[in-house]
């Protein structure tokens, strides 16, 4: 197993919020997407990847380094790229490039120059007049510059135009075509996964539901809709989420457990990553002890 990212065992505990037992394995060549509700642990787990806080107990393992011994070493060969990127405003894209470029030995010019060009990035403009979407391409450009092998994206096509979005998610596919690096993004827009993520990792209350390759996860499970009658105490323990409305119920199972427990009575149909979220997600009272 060539693993870019092992996290195990991982503990942080604040006063009203904790990260419980986090266990996440990342290949190399793969996207990860990373997925919860708001206040789910989705950032405070990149902080952790990053370094930015420290864990209170578990293990954290970049290119199979500890960061107790190797930060300065495993952050030359990460790319960071945020939902808010925070540059000064009054520089332009030169004068910023040139004040980043130093923090990095593996800096590349050529690379840079080539990403310049294909993002049409304007050198001379202020980075206060950039939009957000060129924003992005700027700060992708940058973690793309110095050979980052992993690249870790929180929330990046938040608040960008469709256009914009699937451009960027064509620029992370065509990344992956040099199988050494990965890509681990966290995001509340599913969508995007459905297109570009190997593996779904969802996250809720600080406990991971579960981390599994996506193509897996659209077979083992299946929406069902049906009406309200066909409900009853025997089968109730296949819904792994369930919702009413005056029609009749949706509600998310495995697909090998739907095939046992009904016939011809139901609808069945592929579920998007967005419904494997909400109906993973739900608390107890909206799921099947209405009936």
Known sequence: MNNILEISDLYKNYKDFSLKNVNISLERGYIMGFIGPNGAGKSTTIKLIMNLIKKDSGSIKVFDLDYEKHEIEIKE??????????YYEE??????KNIIRPFYHHWDEDVFQKYVKDFQLPLKK??????KGMRMKFSLAIALSHHAELLIMDEPTSGLDPLVRSELLDILQSLLEDENKSVFFSTHITSDLDKVADYITLIHDGEILLSQAKDELIEEYCVVKGDKEILDTENRDIWIGLQLNQYGFEALARRMDVKNHFGGAILIEKPTIEDIMLFFTKGSGDRVSSY
């Open 77 to 86: 060969k990460i790319g960071f790229v945020y939902d808010e990127n925070y």
């Open 91 to 96: 520089l332009t894209v030169q004068e910023m």
């Open 126 to 131: 202020q980075i206060k007049h950039l939009s």
